[in-house]
């Protein structure tokens, strides 16, 4: 159904972030119509690792990441790499990567996440409760694995930050340790760091589509509409789509790693850039899975999804337009091939996603500079269904003129003050 006249709210994208935004919105009274240019999850939200990942308050920013950068960037099959022909079009992103290690600007974001953080797990309780959906959960923790004492000993600083964030940890120092929680992992992997209150959805999909039927249930409208451009007017916003304009009172911006061509729309540049991630799916479980698997060092994870298992991770620099590079997803099975016991790598299906991320791993929350009735919720990197509740939370209290729960400060669209 192509979408037509004027409307109170229209929040445009049906990712997990616009879903819950609109969900959360009609909850406050209001009329919403979510417009979307395939449909519900049908992109980013379909095929992520289903985590929710409150313990990584840490950026990719970090100081001296500088350094080992290079050598990262240059493996096209490494755990960061970036496409050659996309490197000349990513270096104002770059740039402001680069900003954002130093030392104040890392703390400060590691201080903000961990905000977002806590406000988030918060508000998934409070929606769970709300729409009855504590069957779509698992609650069965995280194990992040090393290999040798050095490796663990690398990572000591960032197990004392989620310390200094309230996140509780237990640390293994033994594989027999480890396999008191996961049984079947190569001797190798020597240490661990094990996260009891780690939760995943049982299908990332399967959640937004739930929430996408609650919203439906409730009176909500869902529409497709490829959006071309915005354009504020006296009392509202117009919409051009691809078979005409539309207005309405307020809009939401939640069009993930699209979102930033609707702002520059508007006339915002914002350097939002793309983390491509890949995985493979495998319908049914060869490997018995007791919690969520975090290979560090390798770049990737293993989770549960429905009753099979899903590998994947990493992140590969290289924008909305260039073909996947499926080696990527095969690199990442080979290797879970040999660290899980009697894993049968059969009739998996590879899958490649556009995770929107910001220079310093911050979403965009908050009004547009050109309109306050515009209003942005995006570019939240590998984090965008960890943090999706406690966003909506967030956006409505802009709609509606209160104050937020937290400072939307370190949020803003125009944090990033220099050119580029």
Known sequence: MS?????DIIVIGAGIIGVTSALALQRQGRQVRLLDRKGVAAETSRGNQGAFAYTDVEPLATPGIMRKAPKWLLDPLGPLSLRPAYALKIAPWMYHFWRATSKSRYEAAVTAQSGL???????????????KGEDMMRREGQLQVYEGEAQF?????????????????DLLKSPDEIAEIQPGLHPRFTHAGYTPDWMNTVDPARWTEYLAQCFIDAGGVIETAEIKSLSPLEDGVEILTATGPITAAQVVVAAGAWSHHLARSLGERIPLETERGYNTTFPQASFDLKTHLTFADHGFVISKIGEGLRVGGAVEL??????????????????????????????GTEWMG??????????????SAKTERVIYAFGHGHLGLTQSAGTAELVCALASGQTPEISLSPFDAARFAAPF
């Open 117 to 131: 953080m806590h406000l988030s797990r918060a508000a998934l309780e409070r929606l769970i409760v709300e729409t």
């Open 354 to 367: 556009f995770r929107p991320s910001m220079p310093d791993s911050l979403p965009v929350i908050g009004h």
């Open 153 to 169: 000993r690398a990572t000591l600083p960032s197990w004392d930050l989620r310390r200094q964030h309230g996140i509780a940890f």
């Open 3 to 7: 979408p037509t006249g004027s409307s």
């Open 318 to 347: 290289g924008g909305l337009d260039l073909p996947p590079n499926y080696k990527r997803a095969k690199i990442l099975v080979e290797k879970a091939r040999s660290f899980l016991e009697g894993f049968d790598p059969q009739g």
